[in-house]
């Protein structure tokens, strides 16, 4: 505990000698009853209400043997920080070091890999092991992660790790991994089962949940990331009372070696764990149904976190096979629920570029499919007739679509694109502008992502650009190209800086001002215009954290 102590001596001395009446360092080293009055104190005063306040709480609630309450505090502190005067690092070891006080060692390596990387000086003071458990440890388990996992060893890890500290048993089946998978797996701290594969998800899924103990399911895949961050607040949301269940918010990547865009959608792998609620369907299973059938009235909500899902990855879809396994289990399985399986089957058939195939896939599934699918549907049937140049139906499925959904700004995006190709320029820059006015739609609604940001500013600008308002083709162009989102904000620069250039009288002022305000070198953006700037104009500097003006001038 003496780097964290020292730590916490040079950032606020003054502040606490005048709370305990003392360094911290002998605070620590005080007897209970000193630590008992300070901590009164503290909570007294307004430094107690500040972030460092909060985390000297924390520590002194781990020195007087009340491990969970430490635990709880130094997450919600992670989350809630109103600012970064306390470095993750600090809260991390103080984490590590309640979670050796509750036997999760798991958790304490991995919070502790964290700190070695971000402050190695500290490396040679971690928490060697050696900590006897100074408070009750939690009898009830709150949370059971569940995962069914194959030949993971590579994603395991990063999948895992930010959920090590906040669930309390961590279920892993296995269907024949032939490499270090099962191994990694126990070093996790995971209960590992074998399992022999059935040929059916839902079969797997269930035979993790008839293990899992805790009151929560937490439903992981080995191709899921999740931040600390959001973790701890997935932790903090299992004290609400009167939901059966969450939707999680979702990124699905695709794109080859790295994402190139991504699809926000919603995911349901939250759950109380009750005997009735098992999954169900050989592939995209379901385990909403079996909840709504033995509980009509049950309620969910959306938690907001975020999920990063990585497996429509080329690389990923290449090594799982995921593209011919998941056709061979859903055309097995057609009678169980025609609509969503064909539905199913279509997005299959999208992500081959099969569009007729999927086209007459959709037009079965859009009659009887779960309402909540029902605007997926309709935007990719049109997405469809676009790339099958049916012009005509595709505006007039659009155009039926958009008053039933009208927050849902990727109709108007799409119908964007569409008046585009046909060169309708005006009307395709009024859709535009609904796209911004729209933003982001709400979570029910699975988007593409920049649909209401930088893809309709990006599109703005190319036609701008083609009309010759350069001005505003500038000002959309950059605004998309300074979003933090936008993937591919390098080759987009590089397809229009040239014609842009071109023709400014005064190049330098051109790209001067593509850069926002306050922007560094360091950033994409700014090593491409860099770049431009030797290309163009016959500049060279070495690419510094700088501002881009004084690489350029």
């Known amino acids: 505990m003496k780097p964290l102590i020292n730590a916490m001596q040079a950032v606020l001395p003054e502040a606490v000698s005048a709370i305990t009446g003392t360094d911290i360092e002998l605070l620590f080293s005080s007897s209970r009853r000193q630590r008992l009055v300070c901590r009164k104190n503290l909570s007294q005063h307004p430094v107690g209400d500040s972030d460092f306040g909060r985390l000297l709480t924390a520590m ?26 306390v470095p993750d690092a600090w809260i991390l070891y103080g984490l590590a070091l309640a979670h050796s006080s509750l036997g999760n060692t798991p958790a304490i390596k991995y919070y502790l890999k964290i700190v ?8 040679s003071k971690l928490w060697p092991g050696s900590h006897k458990p100074i408070g009750k440890t939690q009898k009830v388990k709150q949370l059971s992660l569940c995962m069914i996992v194959k030949n993971e060893e590579r994603r395991l890890s990063d999948a895992v790790g930010p959920l090590l500290g906040i669930c309390d048993q961590f279920v892993v089946v296995d269907t024949g991994s032939t490499d270090n998978t099962v191994e990694l797996a126990r070093s996790l701290g995971g209960e590992v089962y074998s399992f022999a594969w ?7 899924r269930n035979f993790a949940l008839s293990k899992a103990t805790g009151r929560w399911i937490l439903i992981f895949d080995a191709d899921m990331q999740i931040s600390m961050r959001d973790g701890f607040v997935i932790k903090a949301w299992l004290k609400k009372s009167g939901i059966e269940g969450c939707f999680l918010p979702v990124l699905n990547y695709w794109g080859n070696e790295k994402p190139s865009a991504y699809i926000r959608d919603l995911i349901f792998i939250l759950f109380r764990n009750r ?19 033995a509980n009509p009235q049950a309620h969910f909500e959306i938690c907001p976190v975020l999920i990063h899902h990585y497996g429509y990855l080329e690389p990923v879809k290449r090594e799982l096979n995921k593209g011919k396994r998941n056709l061979n289990l859903l055309a097995a399985e057609k009678e169980r629920n025609k609509e969503f399986v064909f539905y199913a089957l279509a997005i299959e058939a999208l992500q081959q570029n099969r569009f007729d195939d999927a086209l007459a896939l959709l037009c079965q599934a859009v009659t009887g499919a779960d309402i909540a699918c029902q605007p997926d549907i309709l935007a990719k049937t049109v997405e469809c007739l676009l790339h099958l140049g049916k012009y005509e139906e595709a505006e007039q499925e659009i155009l039926r679509a958009i008053p039933k959904y009208p927050l849902y700004t990727d109709l108007y995006f799409i119908l964007a694109q569409l008046l585009l190709i046909q060169n309708r320029l005006a009307e395709a820059e009024a859709a535009l502008h609904v796209c911004l006015q729209r933003g982001v739609p709400p979570g029910q609604y699975s988007s593409l992502d920049g ?10 600008g190319q036609l701008y650009l083609t009309t010759g308002l350069k001005s505003q083709a500038l000002a959309h162009l950059s605004t998309a190209l300074g979003d933090p989102s936008f993937p591919d904000s390098e080759a987009v620069l590089e397809q229009h800086l040239s014609s842009l250039v071109a023709a400014e ?11 926002p305000a306050g922007h560094q070198a360091e950033d994409a953006l700014q090593k491409t215009l860099a770049r431009y700037a030797q290309k163009y104009l016959g500049y060279y500097r070495d690419v510094t954290p700088v501002n881009i003006a004084e690489i350029i001038t």
Do not use: C, M
């Open 60 to 85: 002194l609630d781990y020195s007087l043997g009340k491990a969970t309450g430490s635990r709880n505090a130094l997450e919600n502190l992670f989350v809630t920080r109103k600012q970064q005067i």
């Open 275 to 293: 005997l009735s609620y098992r999954y169900e369907g050989k592939v995209h299973e379901q385990v909403v149904p079996s909840i709504l059938r």
């Open 505 to 515: 009288k005064e190049p330098l002022n051109l790209i001067n001002r593509l850069v």
């Open 198 to 204: 059935t040929g059916s998800f839902s079969d797997a």
């Open 451 to 460: 649909s209401g940001t930088f893809r309709a500013h990006l599109l703005l």
């Open 116 to 123: 070695a990387e971000s402050l190695p000086e500290w490396n």
